[in-house]
């Protein structure tokens, strides 16, 4: 579904990515798992369309890289950025209504789909009218997915989903993720809790230095000393 070559990323003379060539096929859940300043989110900018790259990018079989971002959501990639960044002035609801707005959906069709994204996330549906910016870390986190899924993408990128929250609101968000995959939507997942990633996904793809340094599926990747020893703390 998405297919990664040999790409490149520079800021000025700074490398952030190296060489990296990775996929995900249709209906799994990969992930990235690298620790700061691997080159995770600069990998997931040049997908979006964010920034300028070498190397090729293809999406259901066509290049999207130079592509316009706007035109690489109407293809079917959303994703829910480092740090959530909803729109604190806007409500829960305009927020989500902000997500389907490359979509050309009737009245019907974005009523069906908020009620899902409520059906995922109660707690959304009780706050419809709160500003996004007085939510909680988890509770943006879960707007924040809300309103990628409003684009109704077929390829889901998520870049650090439990960054800066607690253990147990982590916990309540990968159980978001495993229900959004048994829904059926592919998703690349960007992690530094490779505990919590690997719990998930079905392979993963370890990046050091802008650079992959391992891939496997995860039941390989949970026996490999490497992993063990620099993500899973054994
Ligand atoms: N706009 C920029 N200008 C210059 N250098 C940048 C820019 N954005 C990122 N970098 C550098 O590129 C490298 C990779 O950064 P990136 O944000 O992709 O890492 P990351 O894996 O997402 O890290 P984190 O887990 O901290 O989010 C880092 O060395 C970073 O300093
Ligand atoms: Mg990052």
Request: proline content about 3%; glycine content about 10%.
């Amino acid at each position: 579904m998405l297919k990664i070559d040999q790409l490149h990323v520079s800021y000025g003379s700074i490398q952030a990515v190296r060489n990296v060539s990775l996929h995900v096929d249709e209906g799994e859940v990969v992930t990235l798992i690298g620790s700061n300043g691997a080159g995770k989110t600069t990998t997931l900018q040049a997908i979006c369309g964010l920034i300028p790259s070498k190397g090729s990018i293809s999406y259901q079989g066509e290049k999207i890289s130079g592509l316009a971002a706007h035109r690489i959501v109407e293809k079917g990639i959303a994703m829910v950025p480092e740090g959530r960044r909803v729109f604190p002035k806007l409500s829960v609801m305009q927020n989500l209504m902000m997500g389907s707005y490359t979509r050309k959906a009737s009245k019907q069709e974005l009523k069906h789909d908020l009620d899902m994204i409520f059906t995922l996330f109660p707690r959304l549906a009780e706050r419809k009218e709160q500003f996004a910016g007085t939510m909680s870390g988890g509770e943006q986190q879960m707007l924040a997915i809300g309103r990628a899924l409003m684009a109704k993408p077929k390829l889901l990128i998520l870049d650090e989903p439990s960054m800066g929250l607690a253990p147990i609101v982590v916990k309540g968000i990968f159980e978001t993720i495993h229900q959004i995959k048994a829904n059926g939507l592919t998703i690349l997942l960007i992690e530094q809790n490779a505990m919590m990633a690997l719990s998930v996904a079905d392979r993963g793809y370890g990046l050091e230095h802008g650079e992959i340094v391992f891939h496997d599926t995860v039941e390989n990747l949970r026996k490999q000393d490497i992993v063990k020893k620099a993500y899973l703390g054994k």
